[in-house]
């Protein structure tokens, strides 16, 4: 098929349009609903008003996973604070939410390096979990679309947006789907479906971290303007089939320490929850504002399984799912301006969360409703979403208890970029800031793009730009060992994949390779599609990166996407991409240091995190 014939596309009007089948959309679009039944039910009874008719104004919500809740994966804890307002009696409903139980056990564990473990005699209030749930937050999200279905929201799985639609005036109408069919070359294959152009008066959208239409908008209308740069960790997560008795059902417990060290510049820590069936939820967060250009979040991950500690409770279980995602962690003073012409951000794509709790679920939801309430008085009014319409969902936002309970955390992150002694600095500041309430420090602390603290391994050679040919491998390890006289900086080799011990996959063993994770996160791909993660120059990969960073992609992606091979003829090494590991995490996106990777939304595949 030609790629020069005009593509012509079918268009698919509606009321409002999510972008994202996550708690945050779900939450937004029952609320809408109920709004919209509680305003219909009034007209009904005499009140004035016209009647909003969802058959001619549908609510959309387009999903790029092929079921609902593939790609949403947490710890997870659940506050039912928003759950609470959404739907009061949750507790009866029917089916009732897929929660595991109440946690019942909080403990903070310090892991030593040396093997040994103190738990802390006191849990931190933030560490508290007295009547929050533990749950699935894939199977907590399905049954979210389901009551949502339930109230007449129309769900597209399957359905990756591709780009983002505007009026002449340039305010947002609505959301182009990806095409499907075209080659890995862009050519238009003879099963091409071109994508369905879905126009709404209202978008809504919540893609989660890093969402690739959202950063455009945010760019577009420039959302951030004034605010600190989002800084995000990866989390890289397990579900775990262990021994009876091992580990009880609604206890949960956080670790701090091992593999970090206190007195380093990473920020992170690993949790453990109980599940039904002796189940066991467990992962390990990093920040990505580490300097070291070797940090390895899934090497991190292993070391910290293989601490006694952890180890005694997975000995002789069973790995049953895998995954791995971005959290954003930047705060208050990282949230951009979550409204514009036509559209808002809700849930991790505006960056709600907060860290000093390790909790963002409840406030993804209750933005989400927040968001719902300006959508239905648009429709209501048979108004235009202009700006000045939108900016009542940022009203809204800072009359709620979302805005309260980040505002008492607004400098928490920005401690633990301070050097030296960044994590033990950090840690002792943070909990000042969060005991006075926010009082200490005062004011607004800026932060540092991820990307901009990576420390150089070494300047280009002779301070100038490297040649443009290949270079030969940097070997970090072998650059700890080496003379330091050239001036080049150097950093242990613990993390690095040669210093891994021999991953096991044989049942009962408990550190596996990225590759064997990568299966066990159900992740696929068809290989005959362009990438969707799209390097700008890999000339920069063989040349200036392999120089002065030594490559970080090969190092911080949890999936293997990144491989530098050896190139033909011996001339050094090139960028091998396996895109179809990818779990759609989007760490490549963000701490690339060049910032030449982009992640772009692929015709479909991803991860499928049951039971994550």
């Avoid at 004011?443 to 420390?455: A, Y």
Wanted: hydrophobic share 35%.
């Amino acid at each position: 098929m030609s790629t020069d014939e005009p593509i012509q596309r079918e268009e698919l009007p509606c009321g409002v349009l999510f972008v994202g089948a996550g708690p945050a959309t779900l939450s937004a679009a029952i609320r809408l609903m109920d709004l919209i039944a509680k305003h219909n039910d009034a007209i009904d009874q005499g009140a004035p008003g016209t009647k909003i008719d969802t058959s001619e104004q549908p609510v959309f919500m387009i999903e790029k996973a092929a079921e609902v809740g593939d790609h949403n994966m947490s710890g997870a804890i659940l506050d039912p604070r928003a759950l609470r307002e959404l739907l009061p009696e949750f507790e009866k409903m029917d089916p009732p939410p897929p929660f595991e139980g109440e946690a019942q056990d909080d403990s903070l564990v310090l892991m030593l390096a040396g093997g040994g473990a103190v738990t802390a005699p006191v849990t931190p209030p933030t560490f508290q979990n007295h009547g929050n749930y533990i749950t699935s937050l894939n199977r907590f999200t399905k049954w979210l679309a389901g009551v949502a279905e339930a109230r007449g929201v129309q769900i597209l799985p399957n359905f990756p947006g591709a780009e983002v639609l505007f009026t002449d005036g340039g305010a947002v109408k609505g959301v182009r789907t990806v095409d499907r069919g075209v080659g890995k070359h862009g050519e238009r294959l003879s099963s091409f479906e071109p994508g369905t152009d879905i126009t709404a008066k209202l978008t809504i959208l919540g893609e989660g971290v890093r969402g690739h239409l959202s950063r455009g908008l945010i760019k577009k209308f420039k959302l951030d303007e004034g605010k600190n740069p989002q800084i995000y960790s990866t989390g890289v997560k397990e579900l775990w089939k262990v021994k009876p008795g091992r580990f009880p059902l609604g206890k949960a417990v956080h670790t701090a320490g091992f593999p970090l060290s206190l007195t380093g510049n990473d920020f992170g820590g690993g949790f453990i929850y109980g599940f039904k069936d002796d189940h066991v939820s467990l992962g390990f967060v990093v920040s990505l504002d580490s300097p070291d250009p070797a940090l390895d979040p899934h090497r991190m991950f292993s070391r910290w399984k293989e601490h006694p500690y952890v180890k005694a409770i997975l000995e002789g279980g069973e790995l049953v799912r895998y995954g791995a995602k971005a959290i954003p962690e930047g705060g208050w003073f990282s949230l951009p301006r979550p409204y514009m012409p036509g559209a808002m951000l809700v849930g991790d794509s505006a960056g709600f969360l907060n860290m000093t709790r390790l909790k963002g679920i409840h406030l993804a939801m209750k933005s989400g409703m927040l968001a719902a309430e300006t959508a239905f008085e648009v429709l209501r009014d048979q108004a235009e979403a202009t700006e000045e319409r939108t900016k009542a969902y940022w009203g809204r936002i800072l009359d709620s208890w979302v805005f309260e309970e980040m505002w008492k955390v607004r400098n928490f992150r920005q401690a633990f970029q301070k050097k030296p002694f960044g994590f033990l600095r950090g840690a002792l500041a943070a909990g000042v800031h969060v005991e006075s309430g926010g009082l200490w420090p005062p004011g607004k602390l800026g932060l540092q793009d991820d990307h901009h603290r990576i420390e150089k391994l070494r300047e280009p050679s002779n301070g100038k730009q490297p040649p443009a040919q290949l270079l030969p491998t940097v070997d970090l390890a072998a650059k700890v060992a080496a003379s330091r006289k050239d001036g080049s900086k150097t950093f242990a080799p613990k993390e690095q994949p040669a210093g891994m011990p021999e991953p096991s996959v044989k049942t009962g063993g408990i550190v596996y390779d990225k590759v064997t994770d990568v299966y066990y996160a159900g992740s696929t791909h068809e290989e005959d599609q362009p990438p969707h993660l799209v390097v700008a120059d890999t000339d920069i990969c063989h040349t200036r990166c392999a120089e002065e960073y030594g490559n970080p992609c090969q190092y911080f992606c949890p999936a293997s996407v990144y491989e530098m091979v050896e190139a033909e003829g011996g001339k050094g090494r090139q960028l091998r991409l396996n895109f179809s590991n990818c779990v759609h995490c989007k760490t490549c996106d963000i701490r690339d240091p060049y910032q030449i990777i982009t992640w772009v939304t692929p015709q479909g595949g991803g991860p499928r995190y049951s039971g994550l």
